[in-house]
């Protein structure tokens, strides 16, 4: 037998299917994210194009996790610009952890522009087994 615990993320960026929540801050864009649930954790996977690991800051705080970026830009100050058609993007999600996520012990992996977290399962919330004894 075994016990299966509510385990969740709830998106702050976008609170509704297909509505976003509309950010304040000019050329801000919610990543594509894609979360999947193992037996120990739950696994978020971010599109951050662009990006490397020292672009990117995540927090903690008060149950939400949040995940800020931005591009760097070309800095060519000794030039006059004529046109221009890139402007840097900063991104930005945020998710509402659940009571069953261990935040002390979140994982981040940046590969190519893809960050990779893993939020380990507290223990209550891992599937057990439960032995059964002969009486």
Do not use: C, W
């Amino acid at each position: 037998m075994t016990t299966k615990h509510e385990v969740s993320l709830k998106d702050e960026t976008h609170p509704v299917k297909g509505e976003a929540k509309p950010i304040a801050r000019r050329n801000v864009v919610a990543p594509a994210t894609d979360v999947y649930e193992r037996d120990d954790a739950l696994v978020l996977v971010a599109d951050l194009p662009g990006l490397t690991e020292q672009d990117v800051e995540i927090t903690v705080e008060n149950q939400v996790l949040t995940i800020k970026g931005q591009a760097a830009t070309a800095d060519d100050a000794q030039q006059d610009l004529l046109y221009q058609e890139f402007e840097a993007v900063a991104y930005e999600r945020s998710f509402t952890l659940s009571d069953d996520v261990n935040a002390e012990k979140i994982e981040a992996v940046m590969k190519q522009g893809v960050l990779k977290l893993t939020l380990p399962k507290a223990e209550r919330a891992r599937p057990r087994k439960i032995q059964i004894e002969a009486a």
